[in-house]
């Protein structure tokens, strides 16, 4: 009984998941089975008991009984009967789900996500080795400075004076850039002088 059920649920199914089938055709479906001369009465109890598996349901239309695949049911068909996206994560999870073997294009996707998640795994253990262990941007130390500095001929251009305002005095100069070449402190000073003439060799406003 349960493998002329199967049959008649195969049959229904290889009519599409929108099929509608009444107690007639179900008996006309049976026909080519190992069970032929199923009538309407039998073929009638086996699409209830197909309902109460809960695989077909009642459809009612002007009063007439009619029996169609669930949504459930019809659902799956469709996600049997789709060609899974080859050479995609999602094809090699359509593999899996229909346990079917996985073709060579899904293969290689898969290894290459391998791959992929692999090396994020290694950049963020990077990362965190670079930052103690912890993750996110490092967080860099405040250095205190001040604005303007209080040495006498600290910034003064060297068009102003070829020679070092004062002793120890270093000569800040990029080329290209808009900042003349001044004479700053050696240290911060002389830091942020060169920071100031980069800026301003590539355009940028200070």
Wanted: positive net charge; aromatic residues 4%; proline residues 6%.
């Amino acid at each position: 009984m349960s493998a002329r059920r199967d049959f008649l649920l195969a049959a229904i199914q290889g009519q599409g998941p929108a099929a509608r089938v009444s107690t007639a055709s179900a008996a006309r479906l049976m026909a080519a089975s190992p069970w032929p001369t199923t009538g309407r009465n039998t073929a009638r109890k086996d699409l209830g008991a197909l309902v109460a598996r809960g695989v077909l349901r009642v459809v009612e239309t002007a009063g007439q009984h009619s029996y169609q695949l669930s949504t459930k049911e019809a659902t799956t068909m469709v996600a049997r009967t789709t060609p899974p996206e080859h050479g995609t994560m999602r094809g090699w999870r359509s593999h899996r789900r229909l346990k079917t073997p996985a073709c060579e294009p899904c293969l290689t996707a898969r290894r290459e996500d391998g791959r992929a998640k692999e090396a994020a795994r290694r950049a963020s253990a990077g990362q965190q080795a670079w930052n103690q262990g912890m993750v996110g941007a490092p967080k860099l130390a405040s250095t205190p400075r001040t604005e303007q500095c209080s040495v006498e001929g600290c910034g003064t251009a060297h068009a102003d004076s070829v020679v070092a305002p004062q002793p120890g005095m270093v000569l800040v100069a990029v080329p290209g850039s808009r900042e003349p070449v001044r004479w700053y402190c050696a240290g911060w000073c002389a830091v942020r002088g060169a920071a100031l003439a980069e800026v301003r060799a590539i355009g940028g406003a200070a």
